[in-house]
């Protein structure tokens, strides 16, 4: 049944003259798998962990792996590791005091403190790859510099994942794009993260809404930085951060050449929609207006409105 639905109603996400779009779900567990999706482009593996003292054992990661793997046969699924800190605080890796764990030892950056806990789960990734059929890539929350992820690849290849990439979400990783994809086989936008620290807004700030606006066109000019980078490089370049659930957006980011969309699997039917109404080169020319405005509510009201 789950094979027919996917026929009928999902499989992938395509503009109206057939330019492919892959459309992802953001996860945190195998419940969260609520319709038949094309893959999985988000597992926030530290959601499962959020009330733990003590780090989850090797054994209780793969069977949790597993269980998302064995969901999705022959699909793609992007695991992330471990983001410890700031809005998702994991006692069992908390930091000493920090003026700003926003800005502090957190996500990647942990790992070169705690080295045996990013090597536990990459092992346990590549068990639990190995007893499904998932197809399994890995990415590394919070990265910097190139450096930090050529760091990550070695760790990933050395467990035997051979697929690597980084999450964009500090504005240094988006301006160094290009050097990034010579380290890493693809990018995925953290867009939640990249607006925080592309306005130094506090995500959780409800007061700060309007520099938070994923419409922003300065977060616009950082994504298709990393978009022109990995056409040249021929590697993917996904968004996995909410604005990739905005269907007006959706249409931009695709303009922008971003290969794949990752969001809360009921904003994905939307999006799906809105792809199919447009071509690329509608698209294109949407996301060039966008890109073009001064104001997050330009930019919105150029795409949203109806030419007449
Ligand atoms: C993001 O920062 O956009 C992201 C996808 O990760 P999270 O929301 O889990 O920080
Ligand atoms: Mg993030």
Not at 115 to 121: G, I, K
Request: hydrophobic letters at 45%; a negative charge; aromatic letters at 4%.
């Amino acid at each position: 049944a789950r094979q027919e639905r996917l026929r009928s109603g999902g499989g992938p996400g395509r503009t109206s003259d057939g330019h492919q779009v892959a459309l992802y779900a953001n996860i945190g567990r195998a419940k969260d798998l609520i319709d038949d999706v094309e893959g999985v482009g988000l597992f926030r593996t530290e959601l499962l962990y959020l009330d733990r003292s003590d780090a989850p054992s090797y054994d209780e990661q793969v069977a949790a792996y597993t269980a998302v793997f064995a969901a999705l046969p022959g699909r793609k699924v992007v695991l992330r590791t471990l983001d410890a800190g700031a809005d998702k605080p994991l006692p069992f890796l908390q930091q000493a005091d920090e003026p700003n764990p926003a800005l502090g030892v957190r996500g990647l950056r942990i790992s070169w403190r705690r080295p045996d806990v990013l090597e536990t789960q990459l092992k346990a990734v590549a068990e639990a790859a190995r007893s499904a059929s998932a197809e399994v890539w890995v990415m590394a929350p919070m990265v910097a510099t190139p450096q930090e992820a050529a760091t990550f690849v070695a760790a990933c290849r050395a467990a035997g994942l051979p697929t690597a990439g980084a999450m964009v979400e500090i504005p240094a990783a988006a301006l160094r794009a290009g050097a990034l994809l010579e380290e890493v086989d693809f990018l995925s936008i953290g867009t939640n993260d990249l607006s925080q620290y592309t306005f130094a807004s506090d995500r959780q700030v409800g007061e700060l809404a309007e520099l938070l606006d994923p419409w922003q066109p300065a977060l616009l000019s950082l994504i298709a930085m990393c978009a022109s980078a990995g056409k040249a490089a021929g590697k993917p370049v996904g968004v996995c951060g909410e604005a990739a659930a905005d269907p007006g957006l959706a249409v931009v980011l695709t303009g922008l050449g971003i290969t794949s969309l990752s969001m809360s699997p009921r904003s994905i039917p939307a999006v799906r929609e809105a792809l199919a109404g447009h071509t690329l080169e509608d698209c294109q020319r949407l996301a060039a207006a966008a890109l073009a405005a001064e104001t997050a509510e330009l930019a919105r009201q150029a795409v949203l409105t109806p030419v007449t």
